[in-house]
């Protein structure tokens, strides 16, 4: 189902829920693997020290892997689910879901048979050929007016039959996005760069180049659009054009609801190509490459676990979470249909179950400590958010802040009394620069730092700060590209008003579910319910729950 589809019918679910408050244990379910006697016994040990009901312990028989296929997901952990949270009457009580340590960390992508496997080749070549071919179209561009080659042809195709061709370097293109708005500026200057050719052969010639690459790389839309707007010399008949279009509108129409084989895909490719050029074309490329591949659809089991009440959302790619601040209007509307959920997960069972420990122990003394920001990493535009909460931190709380914009990490041995930190970016590869405070939280900005979670030796991050006292932090399962995290200037702020648990504060401030991130810890953690670090009064306007 695509989203468009789905956001109608997320628009008819109506659940009794709560109005919106700090999430109390009563409103958590927490999940274990029945397959599993250390799981069991974490689950339960978890719901006894968080006065949890008995009727919110579920238990599920499934795999202890780290993966579980999409199928057993279906069978063995969503239909159970539903199935314990209609009998038990906890649909309208139950706001977040706590998966523990021996449930699978990740979903697999579903298998995927011949046709898929032959979709998603021609797609990816298509989305090299296209790309390639926009890289060309702009540097043939460079070219118009500079150069006047005697065209081969009568028509505005092939390039080859106007253009002296060059060869790309395919290792060096720019994203498809910026050749094309660089190519509409440099295609506008290139007009007024004919207009003055005094020469009239050699003003032809530069005008035809110029549609033909208008028709290259934008289509019969791009190319009517330039005729009909600027009227260069020797230019096709507009309306003409305009009929083209309209025809293969229509025939686009008619293929939008045509399975997605090899031979439909080539025939809608074909038109989107005839339509909006090489730039339509690579955007279905890569659109349908991404619905096919299976490393795409993979997700976190616990984000997964937000649309548990969903049934054919589109499982390709991120789905926007609807309980993030950005987009949500009201706590009674990000509750009707999506759960916040969180894992108290490890290398070991007794990984998880100190995170459970260290997470009360800090509650009742309060987290004190310093909170260490480490900017400098891969993207000096992304360090903004970084500096931005150094600046919210020194503004409105009287925290031990250290902040570091070096490009090299915050080195082995500096970081003392660590309470709290956020920083980038070493893969897979944990620094030990801190010496954390027990009931610790932060995570480091990288991907695929929660891949291997339960193996010990790993230098993962997520693996390495749980083993030396971490209790709550975030990591990817996969590559879940930077956008994904939630931005530090708004989770960490709302955790430090000590009112907000962190599943809270994490759900708040994500913008997506159904992903590859996992929350790692207590929902209900809240390490400055003892010691508030700032007056909610500070907050963003809009950014606090309602």
Not at 66 to 81: A, E, F, G, K
Request: net charge neutral; with cysteine.
């Amino acid at each position: 189902m695509h989203r468009a589809a789905l956001s109608c019918l997320l628009a008819t679910i109506a659940l009794a829920v709560s109005t919106a408050s700090a999430l109390t244990p009563d409103q958590v379910l927490v999940v274990g693997n029945s397959n599993s006697e250390d799981s069991v016994k974490l689950a339960k040990f978890y719901a006894a020290q968080r006065g949890i009901p008995d009727k919110n312990l579920a238990l599920v028989a499934t795999t202890t892997a780290y993966d579980i296929s999409r199928i057993d997901y279906q069978s063995q952990i969503v239909m159970p689910l539903r199935q314990i949270i209609a009998e038990r009457e906890l649909t309208a009580q139950v706001r977040c879901i706590c998966v523990v340590w021996g449930v699978p960390v990740r979903v697999q992508g579903p298998v995927v048979g011949e046709n898929e496997k032959q979709v998603e080749q021609y797609c990816q070549q298509m989305v090299l050929k296209t790309h390639n071919r926009l890289a060309i179209n702009h540097k043939l561009l460079a070219t118009v007016a500079k150069r006047f080659p005697t065209p081969q042809t009568n028509g505005l195709k092939p390039l080859g039959k106007l253009f002296d061709m060059p060869t790309v370097d395919t290792q060096k293109m720019s994203p498809v996005p910026q050749i094309a708005k660089d190519m509409e500026l440099l295609l506008a200057s290139k007009h007024r760069e004919a207009a003055l050719i005094s020469d009239p052969v050699k003003q032809q010639i530069a005008f035809r180049q110029i549609m033909a690459i208008y028709l290259d790389a934008f289509g019969l839309q791009g190319l009517e659009r330039y005729v009909t707007q600027s009227k260069p010399p020797g230019a096709p008949d507009a309306a003409a054009l305009k009929k083209q279009i309209e025809e293969a509108a229509q025939r686009l129409t008619a293929g939008a609801n045509l399975d997605i084989t090899l031979q439909n895909v080539q025939m809608m490719t074909e038109l989107h190509d005839a339509v909006g050029g090489a730039v339509l074309a690579y955007q279905l490329a890569s659109s349908l490459a991404s619905r096919v591949n299976p490393q795409k659809a993979d997700a976190a089991l616990d984000s997964e676990l937000v649309l548990l009440r969903v049934d054919g959302y589109d499982i390709a790619g991120p789905f926007p979470n609807p309980m993030y601040w950005r987009k949500a209007t009201s706590a009674e509307k990000m509750q009707e249909y999506a759960y916040m959920t969180a894992r108290i997960d490890g290398p070991t069972v007794f990984d998880a179950t100190q995170i459970v420990k260290e997470s009360l122990a800090a509650e009742k003394s309060g987290l004190i400590g310093t909170f260490y920001i480490d900017a400098g990493g891969l993207l000096p535009d992304y360090d903004r958010h970084l500096r931005s909460l150094n600046t919210f931190l020194a503004s409105n709380t009287k925290m031990h802040t250290v902040f570091d914009e070096k490009e090299a990490l915050l080195p082995e041995g500096s970081a003392p009394d660590a309470a709290l930190y956020v920083g980038w970016y070493s893969l897979r590869k944990y620094v030990p620069a801190f010496t954390w405070i027990h009931g610790a939280v932060g995570w480091h900005i990288a991907s695929f730092e929660a891949q291997n979670l339960r193996q010990g030796a790993s230098e993962e991050w997520c693996v390495k700060m749980i083993q030396n006292g971490v209790a709550a932090t975030i990591g990817a399962v996969d590559e879940p590209f930077l956008g994904a995290f939630p931005l530090p200037e708004e989770f960490f702020p709302l955790l430090l008003t000590g009112k907000w648990t962190l599943a809270e504060c994490y759900w708040r401030t994500s913008p997506y579910a159904s992903w590859r991130l996992t929350l790692i810890g207590d929902p209900l953690y809240r390490p400055f319910a003892a010691n508030p670090a700032i007056n909610d009064r500070s907050m963003p306007g809009g950014l606090e729950p309602d």
